[in-house]
């Protein structure tokens, strides 16, 4: 069965950091694109993040500089690693990807305390 799994999250100081991993069960998305979102309560799921199959990323501007993605295609896991961290962090994060069908993650929760 397809499935990305999400793990890693957590609660952090601001200021501190936390690494989220995106585990692909199958491997099906090894040469796919796959993307990081959030969503905090009452907002829409926001874009963070994208990797390609090559390693071509993207960041939205609101983590360029403090989120950095990676993948590991050997494992069929993808990384978020999150680096000075702020309240305004806290959601819930998301890993997305393509094929033939959009698949999502349940989520990891990530709480940024002031």
């Known amino acids: 069965q397809v499935q990305l799994v999400e793990s890693g999250g957590g609660l952090v100081q601001a200021g501190g950091s936390l690494r989220l991993s995106c585990a692909d069960s199958?491997?099906?998305?090894?040469?796919?694109?796959i993307d990081w979102y959030r969503q905090a309560p009452g907002e829409r799921r926001e874009l963070l993040a994208s990797?390609?199959?090559?390693?071509?990323?993207y960041y939205a501007s609101s983590v360029k500089g403090r989120f950095t993605i990676s993948r590991d295609n050997a494992k069929n896991t993808v990384f978020l690693q999150m680096n000075s961290l702020k309240p305004e962090d806290t959601a819930v994060y998301y890993c997305?990807?393509?094929?033939?069908?959009?698949?999502w993650g349940q989520g990891t929760q990530v709480n940024v305390s002031s």
């Open positions: 997305h990807a393509y094929h033939r069908y959009d698949y």
């Open positions: 199958t491997g099906i998305f090894r040469y796919s694109a």
């Open positions: 990797i390609t199959g090559d390693g071509g990323t």
